[in-house]
């Protein structure tokens, strides 16, 4: 049975099952006495913005909602119908896996998992999205992983340490959300239609709305032109990239200040919305751009260890790296690290450290390991049913420190280095 991902940064929440892609942001929209949610919520938010809530996944809590929006009672109802919608848009997936924010709070956590308690699904995992991630590159020691939701964005500092990813420190940047970003791109192609055509599409909720919708393809046609020519209620302005680019400016500010001074090796990763404002990426010499399947396929590779289907769910921030990175479409996309020097001598398994011995240290029942060749490598009558990093083994394959092995029947162990 097919595990389905839920990525829930609200401003493009996702959902995987398999092959399916569904995109359901987060904008609560009454009508009536029914809440329309996702992208058809987002499409009316300049034209009913009192029957709209976009804050209700970033204020998740059973406080009064202020002010009210029909029958809900708090965000925690909100999110509660938002997480239904999906279920049943879908297809209904019996099983997720949560990728989250590495900000959210401890108490939100513990709400959102209590709320999946009353949905017609389970959830078996619990990760931070910025973990898992930073998991799929293995050439640096400290990651920035850029992301940007509603309300805010947040960078998350990771550290790679033997093979481990780990998450360090959150720094949230109230005040530069997508949100934000979206109010000061449109004010600036709104100045451009002004001072061109003396046609301001903000001055209607209409106009205005369509300007937003248009936004993304403005984006996209700026990420291969200089220049881009967009066209309104018959009306044409020309929309320069070095103009937008200052949208961004207080976003910038905002992480340099909160992260400081950063070393030569350290390595940026961007969420798919701050990779596309315009001028961004290339103010960082060490960024990636993430693209919007490198979520689903990282996750999928630590599915083993990250399922927890017997005993309640543990916030996950912390995973062993991953070689390779792969699309929907197992094309390898990341690069693939180099050889480590870095030779185990202990097998941790089940709370105790073993050591390693050359003519073979019993992992299970059929599964061995030997030192072969001057490497560590496993020895089975089923070696393609053993997973190493959440990918499955392949015969000969040398073992490093900080490489999770497991196996379908629930296997699990870590190599490691313990030094005198």
Not at 260 to 265: D, L
Request: net charge negative; aromatic share 6%.
């Amino acid at each position: 049975m097919t595990i389905a991902i839920l990525d829930i940064v609200d401003a493009s929440l996702q959902l995987w099952d398999g092959e399916q892609l569904l995109e359901s942001p987060g904008y609560a929209l009454l009508d009536g006495q029914r809440y329309r949610f996702g992208l058809e919520a987002r499409g009316a938010a300049r034209l009913r913005p009192r029957d709209i809530n976009n804050r209700y996944w970033w204020q998740l809590n059973t406080d009064v909602l202020q002010p009210e929006l029909g029958p809900a009672r708090h965000t925690a109802d909100l999110v509660h119908a938002h997480l239904l919608d999906i279920y049943q848009q879908a297809g209904k997936p019996k099983e997720l896996i949560i990728a989250a924010p590495s900000g959210m709070q401890r108490e939100q956590l513990a709400l959102l998992l209590g709320i999946i308690k009353q949905c017609p699904f389970d959830a078996v995992g619990l990760v931070s999205r910025s973990v898992a991630l930073a998991s799929l590159f293995g050439t640096s020691d400290r990651f920035f992983h850029l992301e940007i939701q509603l309300q805010q964005a947040v960078v998350s500092e990771l550290i790679n340490r033997d093979g481990v990813v780990n998450l360090h420190k959150v720094f949230p940047l109230p005040g530069n959300g997508l949100l934000h970003l979206q109010e000061r791109l449109t004010g600036i192609i709104g100045s451009a239609f002004i001072r061109q055509t003396r046609f301001d599409p903000r001055r209607t909720a209409e106009s205005e709305q369509r300007l937003y919708d248009h936004l993304p393809d403005v984006l996209l046609a700026l990420e291969e032109h200089g220049e881009y020519d967009l066209d309104m209620a018959g009306y044409r302005a020309r929309i320069g990239r070095k103009d937008l680019a200052v949208a961004a400016e207080p976003l910038l500010k905002g992480i340099h200040g909160a992260i400081g001074k950063t070393g030569p090796g350290d390595r940026y990763l961007l969420d798919p919305i701050a990779g596309s404002l315009p001028g961004f990426a290339e103010l960082f010499s060490t960024a990636h751009r993430l693209e919007n399947n490198d979520l689903s396929g990282a996750v999928s590779q630590h599915q083993d260890s990250l399922v927890q289907r017997e005993q309640s769910l543990n916030f996950v921030t912390s995973l062993p790296r991953l070689a390779t990175g792969t699309n929907n479409a197992d094309t390898v996309v990341h690069e693939v690290s180099p050889p480590r020097p870095d030779t185990p001598s202990h097998l941790l398994q089940g709370g105790h450290a073993r050591p390693l011995r050359a003519d073979g240290t019993m992992l299970d029942g059929q599964c061995e390991l030997h030192f072969l060749g001057g490497s560590w490598q496993l020895q089975s009558d089923r070696p393609h049913s053993m997973h190493v990093n959440g990918v499955a083994y392949t015969p000969g394959q040398a073992l490093y420190c900080g490489d999770s092995i497991s196996s379908a029947d629930g296997t699990r162990a870590l190599l490691i280095l313990v030094e005198d």
